[in-house]
């Protein structure tokens, strides 16, 4: 089988250093392994992804001397699968509708028999709110205005009724993790709750995207950065509920400024086009990032 790796970036800013050594590090391993290397610009925030940075980020993926197979998805153009996998979702009674606020959820999940509130790969843990107590088939229609999250617990029972569930790290992650990962479901239930998958104003989410995309396009390999490994839990769960092949994933280590932070979008100082205006060569880029 051939291995497929990729690049995900979303268009919302420069493409900094960080992003630069991801994208070099997944094209470097599938260069290496006879692979394909796809690109992928996850632009469903339509709010602030703009054509122009999409743009500007090919040009510097192109300057680094990066290649990239088949023609490049934009998950703009996939709203019509996500669409339909939540259509599935909601009559399997996996996904329910939430119309709470961010204040809404800091407030529950405050409340004084709930203790600190615990902090998931998406921020607050949510409470479970709008949880509907009796899950299971539907034939009511799809909310259109609704935010959908996934009943993590339940999703989690239906996976892995035995209690465990894996994924596979062939890199190492933020712990030295490597293997087959586990995951239990008190990690799930209570270290990460239930994610949104659907955005009332995106229409989707980062996490359905992903798996699906993932999954559309071949991917064999994810090499992404260590700041993802706790959502690939998230991941290996949406992958077994949906019967999607499942990648093996190499979680990176993150590229961080002299005072150790991550670099981010806003760290125009860092980006790209502020070496290259300066007469860095890609080598120069290369040596920085440690590759
Ligand atoms: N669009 C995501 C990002 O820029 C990609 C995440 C992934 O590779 O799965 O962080």
């Known amino acids: 089988m051939t291995l497929v790796t990729r690049f995900a970036p979303s268009p919302t800013g420069p493409l900094h250093l960080g992003h630069a050594f991801s994208a070099m590090t997944a094209h470097d391993f599938a260069r290496s392994q006879g692979g394909a290397f796809l690109l992928r ?54 996904i329910y509708a939430c119309n709470c606020r961010r204040r809404d959820v800091i407030e529950a999940a405050s409340a004084p ?12 843990v949510y409470p479970g709110t709008c949880r509907p107590a009796d899950p299971g088939p539907r034939s009511a229609p799809m909310p259109p205005d609704s935010a959908l999250r996934l009943d993590i617990g339940r999703a989690f029972d239906l996976v892995a009724p035995d209690g465990v569930l894996t994924f596979t790290e062939d890199g190492a992650g933020p712990a030295g993790e490597t293997g087959a990962v586990a995951t239990t ?30 999954a559309a396009q071949g991917v064999t390999h994810v090499v992404r950065g260590r700041d993802l490994f706790e959502a690939t839990r998230i991941h290996a769960i949406l992958q077994r509920l949906l019967g999607l092949p499942r990648p093996v994933y190499r979680h ?40």
């Open 41 to 94: 610009i996850e632009d469903i925030d339509r709010q602030r992804s703009k054509p122009g940075w999409e743009a500007a980020l090919l040009d510097d993926l192109a300057w680094l001397g990066l290649t990239w197979d088949g023609p490049v998805l934009r998950q703009s153009d996939r709203l019509g699968a996500y669409r339909d996998c939540l259509q599935r979702l909601w009559g399997e009674g996996a």
């Open 252 to 291: 990176h280590r993150l590229i961080r400024d002299e005072t150790g932070r991550r670099l981010a979008k806003r760290d125009d100082a860092r980006a790209l086009s502020r070496y290259r205006a300066e007469g860095a060569t890609p080598q120069d880029i290369r040596r920085m990032v440690g590759l």
């Open 185 to 214: 479901r008190g990690q799930v239930v209570r270290g990460i709750g239930d994610v949104v998958l659907a955005r009332r104003e995106f229409g989707t989410s980062y996490h359905l995207s992903v798996v699906l995309d993932d």
């Open 113 to 124: 028999n709930e203790g600190e509130p615990v902090m998931g790969p998406d921020g607050i």
